[in-house]
T-cell receptor
Framework: DTGVSQNPRHKITKRGQNVTFRCDPI?????LYWYRQTLGQGPEFLTY????????KSRLLSDRFSAERPKGSFSTLEIQRTEQGDSAMYLC????????????????FGPGTRLTVL | AQSVTQPDIHITVSEGASLELRCNYS??????LFWYVQSPGQGLQLLLK????DTLVQGIKGFEAEFKRSQSSFNLRKPSVHWSDAAEYFC?????????????WGAGTKLIIKP
């Protein structure tokens, strides 16, 4: 079990550029989550996947944001036309949801990608 | 709507002293409850969790938390802190009725350890 990994760890970009982040979950985990965390705050939920299906998106996820998990393994989060307000830590988590009735899975987090938009 | 309050932004304790970090939540029933710790440059690490059953939960690194339904609280405790416990601590709740996919987080409490 190598844990959740995220790349890159840091990204500095200019306003208006597109950026893409990658998350590799714990290998047997079927659920994958994206959160955003700004300084002095707790994480805020953005979206999550069950296998390759994106099941929920927060209102925080504007049209400039898109997430994919094409084969139910790794996921990418793309931000188009970045704005200074997008500067934050982007956190990925994964969990193992067993069966249809159980919902006591626990989310395990990666180290995050810190985005700075100049 | 669910919410989580961590009333203390910063707490300073001496090494070896006891610790209690407060967490209060707003939710219509009993939520799932979590404490995570975040160190600089590190991801969020799960300390402990409560789904049901015994209201006193033991976690890693000598931490424990007690769920008190009457007070809507889930306070984190440690009898004797070590310098390595200096970090930011987050309380989070999950919604059992809503499928427990979206965690709602408090703003965190930064723990400072005095030598």
């Amino acid at each position: 079990d190598t844990g959740v990994s995220q790349n890159p760890r840091h990204k500095i970009t200019k306003r208006g550029q597109n950026v893409t982040f990658r998350c590799d979950p714990i290998s047997e985990h079927n659920r994958l989550y994206w959160y955003r965390q700004t300084l002095g705050q707790g994480p805020e939920f953005l979206t999550y996947f069950q296998n390759e299906a994106q099941l929920e998106k927060s209102r925080l996820l504007s049209d400039r944001f898109s997430a994919e998990r094409p084969k139910g393994s790794f996921s990418t989060l793309e931000i188009q036309r970045t704005e200074q307000g997008d500067s934050a830590m982007y956190l990925c988590a994964s969990s193992l949801r067993r069966g249809l009735a159980g919902n006591t899975d626990t989310q395990y987090f990666g180290p995050g990608t810190r985005l700075t938009v100049l | 709507a669910q919410s989580v309050t961590q009333p203390d932004i910063h707490i300073t304790v001496s090494e070896g002293a006891s610790l209690e970090l407060r967490c209060n939540y707003s939710y219509g029933a009993t939520p799932y409850l979590f404490w995570y710790v975040q160190s600089p440059g590190q991801g969020l690490q799960l300390l402990l969790k409560y789904f049901s059953g015994d209201t006193l939960v033991q976690g890693i690194k000598g931490f424990e938390a007690e769920f008190k339904r009457s007070q809507s609280s889930f306070n984190l405790r440690k009898p004797s802190v070590h310098w390595s416990d200096a970090a930011e601590y987050f309380c989070a709740v999950g919604d059992p009725a809503g499928g427990n996919y979206q965690l709602i987080w408090g703003a965190g409490t930064k723990l400072i350890i005095k030598p």
